[in-house]
């Protein structure tokens, strides 16, 4: 079972729609999780951390997490063609991170 | 505001070369990182460091070798180059690496061995 497993895309929406992007993670003693995005090309940028279950909003964007389950998703509202990138779930323990493979969001005008 | 700077770029290296990629960062952090990433894959730790002169192997180290004698560089050394390190690479830092501290990536250095 891989550490950190996200849902395989591609995932196409169109935009003004909802993405919704799942992961799930083996290490129960997990401390911490994070979603990246990385347009093609570029390096990984910082969008979304959360830390406790329940849910965290910043602007368009929702983390949801939820220990007991070991599930944590992203959801992106109001998608817009701007919004089209891999976006990659990151579940920390100690000072290392482990990265899902990533799962690509197309969204289409 | 520099960040993370890692150079070069880019780079095409013949079959046994070696090579150094340079990773530098101007926000004190402490603790860097080193990562690959294949086509289609998730990031994967080869080493990081928690301090000037401490450094320890991540998932895939073979291959590699870091130093870390200032706060500030972390360069990645490759030896003998083989086709399966074709990747691309990125550098990390975060503050303490705490358990919520977000790490920060330079822009990555593209690699093939040829």
């Known amino acids: 079972q891989k550490e950190v497993e996200q849902n395989s895309g591609p995932l196409s929406v169109p935009e003004g729609a909802i993405a919704s992007l799942n992961c799930t993670y083996s290490?129960?003693?997990?401390?911490?999780f994070f979603w990246y995005r990385q347009y093609s090309g570029k390096s990984p940028e910082l969008i979304m951390s959360?830390?406790?279950?329940g849910d965290k909003e910043d602007g368009r964007f929702t983390a949801q997490l939820n220990k007991a389950s070991q599930y944590v998703s992203l959801l992106i509202r109001d998608s817009q063609p701007s919004d089209s990138a891999t976006y990659l779930c990151?579940?920390?323990?100690?000072?290392?991170?482990?990265f899902g493979a990533g799962t690509t969001v197309t969204v289409r005008a | 505001n520099a960040g993370v700077t890692q150079t070069p770029k880019f780079r095409i290296l013949k079959i046994g070369q070696s090579m150094t990629l340079q990773c530098t960062q101007d926000?004190?952090?402490?603790?860097m990182y080193w990562y690959r990433q294949d086509p289609g894959m998730g990031l994967k730790l080869i080493y990081y460091?928690?301090?000037?002169?401490?450094?320890d192997k991540g998932e895939v180290p073979n291959g590699y070798n870091v130093s870390r004698s200032t706060t500030e560089d972390f360069p990645l050394r490759l030896e003998l180059a083989a086709p399966s390190q074709t990747s691309v690479y990125f550098c990390?830092?975060?503050?303490?690496?705490?358990?919520?501290?977000?790490?920060?990536f330079g822009d990555g250095t593209r690699l093939s061995i040829l």
């Open positions: 990390a830092s975060s503050y303490t690496g705490g358990v919520n501290q977000p790490q920060h």
């Open positions: 290490d129960r003693v997990s401390q911490s």
């Open positions: 959360i830390y406790s279950n």
């Open positions: 990151a579940v920390g323990r100690d000072y290392k991170l482990s």
């Open positions: 926000m004190n952090h402490n603790y």
């Open positions: 460091s928690v301090g000037a002169g401490i450094t």
